[in-house]
Structures are given as structure tokens and as C-alpha cells.
């Protein structure tokens, strides 16, 4: 078929197809949470129902993209981290973020009922979407490091500022005043002595976040044996020591 004459106006499209041989990481993170969260009565410092929504949602992401090995998510947020070696939409940037960050959002809305069943959302949540480039193993490993950290330093920031309100009586100016300049050690310790609470017994999707991963899971065949599927699952798992990467070599083995 003959090309219309508009047809050139293609050639103001910009390539952005990712460096080859690099690790992709696709970052959501919902727009105006703050807002969002009390609007939605989030339970403070942390709402189950909304963190596994948050989980319910990557887990969408992850059964349509299949090559994305391995997604973190904390508060919200989520990362996907794509194979290396990927071809998914010839590793276009835009086409990447913007695909997985429309099912995410699409996602967090379509199972919003089966999380919180007696509300719908008050408006249209939204999510920022960017790809991210890693070269190296370390690379990876860092940045997803980072983001198991800031989890961290939050959670725990978070628990101690509302336990010192609802269960200390606090108001938020004199929590905020009473945690200026502590370190991390001040917080398990005000935690503990003023209130009973060890940090690290709090469930650990909170102190953690949430790892995806795939893993063979043995399932019941109808004749009584059994077969090994693929399976997305959550682990709430340390991610920045080496334990779970030596456990998980598969994850940064190019094949
Ligand atoms: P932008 O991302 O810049 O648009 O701002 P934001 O308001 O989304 O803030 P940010 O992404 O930095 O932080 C996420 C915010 O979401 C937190 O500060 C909390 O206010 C809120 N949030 C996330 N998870 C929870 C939760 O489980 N419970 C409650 N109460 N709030 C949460
Ligand atoms: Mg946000």
C-alpha cells in the first residue's frame, strides 16, 4: 500500500531502546499516597489490606510479563526487575514502564473489592512509572538494596512516630519533636522500654517488604502423583545480605 505523505512524521519518534546487556528495573510508585492513603482510612503506620493489594497488583504484572525474574515492593511502590538478556517490546523504555504501569494501576483497582470489600476508591488511584538502567550485578543488587533499606528506615521510623500518638498519647508535633535526631537503636529502645514492643518480632512483610519471586511448587495431579509448576509466591526476606543471593544464583545468572 502506497505511504500517505504524513507518513515522515514517524521519524520524529525517538529510538529509546534500552542499552543492551543491562539489568531493566521498572519503578511504580503511587502518586500523592499521603493523600490517597487517609483518604482511604489506611490503617497507620501500616494497613495489611492495602500492602497485600499492593501485592496482589505486581503479582499481575509478573504473570504477563514473564520476564521479569524478580519484583520488590515497600509503602508504594513496587520494582520489577527484568531479565537481562530481555527482548520484552525490543527493550523500548517507554513501551516497558508505561505497559507495566498501566496493569499495575489497572490491576490495583480491579482487585481493590477483594481488599477492602465494603468501599470502592474515592477517585482514580494513579502511579508513576520509570525504567532504570543497572550494568552491573552489584549494580542491581544495590538498588535493590536501597529500596529494602528505605523500607527499613521508614517502617521503623513509622511505628515508633504512631506508637508514640495512639499508644503513648502523644500528639503528632511532640512525636515528630521527641524522634528528631534519633538514631535507629533510640527507636527499638523507646519502642521496648515505654511500650513492650521488640521491633523485630513485628511481621516481617512490614519490616521487609515483599519479594516475588517464581519457584517450582509441586502440585496434586489428578491421577495422585505430582508435578512441578512455575508459581509467583512472596517472601519477606532480607534482600540486601548475601544469604539470599548465594540461595537464588539462578536470579543473576544470564542464560
Ligand atoms: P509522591 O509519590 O511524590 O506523589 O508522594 P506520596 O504522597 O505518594 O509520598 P511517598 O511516595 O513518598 O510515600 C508514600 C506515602 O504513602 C507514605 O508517606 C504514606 O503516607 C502512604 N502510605 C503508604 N503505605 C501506607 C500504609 O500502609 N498505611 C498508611 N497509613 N499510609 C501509607
Ligand atoms: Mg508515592
Same mark, same amino acid.
Given at each position: 500500500?502506497?505511504?500517505?505523505?504524513?507518513? $515522515?512524521?514517524? *521519524?520524529?519518534?525517538?529510538?529509546? #531502546?534500552?542499552?543492551?546487556? &543491562?539489568?531493566?528495573?521498572? #519503578?511504580? !510508585?503511587?502518586?500523592?499516597?499521603?493523600?490517597?492513603?487517609?483518604?482511604?482510612?489506611? +490503617?497507620?503506620?501500616?494497613?495489611?489490606?492495602? @500492602?497485600?493489594?499492593?501485592?496482589?497488583?505486581?503479582?499481575?504484572?509478573?504473570?504477563?510479563?514473564?520476564?521479569?525474574? @524478580?519484583? /520488590?515492593?515497600?509503602?508504594?511502590? /513496587?520494582?520489577?526487575?527484568?531479565?537481562?538478556? =530481555?527482548?520484552?517490546?525490543?527493550? %523500548?523504555?517507554?513501551?516497558?514502564?508505561?505497559?507495566?504501569?498501566?496493569?499495575? &494501576?489497572?490491576?490495583?483497582?480491579?482487585?481493590?473489592? +477483594? $481488599?477492602?470489600? &465494603?468501599?470502592?476508591?474515592? $477517585?482514580?488511584?494513579?502511579?508513576?512509572? %520509570?525504567?532504570?538502567?543497572?550494568?552491573?550485578?552489584?549494580?542491581?543488587? !544495590?538498588? *535493590?538494596?536501597?529500596?529494602?533499606?528505605?523500607?527499613?528506615?521508614?517502617? *521503623? $521510623?513509622?511505628?515508633?512516630?504512631?506508637?508514640?500518638?495512639?499508644?503513648?498519647?502523644? =500528639?503528632?508535633? +511532640?512525636?515528630?519533636?521527641?524522634?528528631?535526631? =534519633?538514631?535507629?537503636?533510640?527507636?527499638?529502645?523507646?519502642?521496648?522500654?515505654?511500650?513492650?514492643?521488640?521491633?523485630?518480632?513485628?511481621?516481617?512483610?512490614?519490616?521487609?517488604?515483599?519479594?516475588?519471586? #517464581?519457584?517450582?511448587?509441586?502440585?496434586? *495431579?489428578?491421577?495422585?502423583?505430582?508435578?512441578?509448576?512455575?508459581?509467583?509466591?512472596?517472601?519477606?526476606?532480607?534482600?540486601?545480605?548475601?544469604?539470599?543471593?548465594?540461595?537464588? &544464583?539462578?536470579? @543473576?545468572?544470564? =542464560?
Amino acid at each position: 500500500m502506497a505511504k500517505s505523505k504524513f507518513e $515522515y512524521v514517524r *521519524l520524529f519518534e525517538a529510538d529509546d #531502546r534500552c542499552l543492551p546487556n &543491562t539489568w531493566i528495573v521498572v #519503578r511504580v !510508585d503511587g502518586k500523592g499516597f499521603h493523600k490517597f492513603s487517609t483518604e482511604h482510612e489506611y +490503617e497507620k503506620p501500616n494497613d495489611i489490606k492495602a @500492602l497485600s493489594l499492593m501485592n496482589r497488583a505486581a503479582t499481575s504484572v509478573m504473570e504477563e510479563f514473564k520476564d521479569v525474574c @524478580l519484583a /520488590y515492593g515497600q509503602s508504594d511502590e /513496587y520494582s520489577f526487575v527484568f531479565r537481562k538478556e =530481555t527482548q520484552a517490546y525490543s527493550r %523500548r523504555s517507554a513501551k516497558l514502564s508505561t505497559n507495566v504501569c498501566s496493569l499495575f &494501576t489497572s490491576a490495583f483497582v480491579y482487585y481493590w473489592n +477483594e $481488599y477492602f470489600p &465494603t468501599s470502592k476508591p474515592r $477517585y482514580p488511584p494513579v502511579f508513576d512509572g %520509570r525504567t532504570v538502567l543497572y550494568p552491573s550485578n552489584q549494580n542491581i543488587r !544495590d538498588y *535493590l538494596s536501597w529500596r529494602q533499606a528505605d523500607c527499613h528506615i521508614n517502617n *521503623l $521510623y513509622n511505628t515508633t512516630f504512631w506508637t508514640l500518638i495512639l499508644k503513648g498519647g502523644l =500528639t503528632p508535633a +511532640e512525636a515528630e519533636s521527641k524522634l528528631k535526631g =534519633t538514631l535507629s537503636g533510640d527507636k527499638n529502645e523507646i519502642l521496648f522500654s515505654q511500650f513492650g514492643i521488640n521491633y523485630n518480632t513485628e511481621p516481617e512483610m512490614l519490616r521487609k517488604g515483599t519479594v516475588l519471586v #517464581r519457584r517450582k511448587i509441586p502440585v496434586a *495431579l489428578p491421577n495422585g502423583g505430582t508435578r512441578e509448576k512455575s508459581q509467583i509466591v512472596q517472601e519477606h526476606v532480607d534482600i540486601i545480605g548475601d544469604e539470599f543471593w548465594n540461595t537464588n &544464583t539462578h536470579l @543473576l545468572t544470564v =542464560t
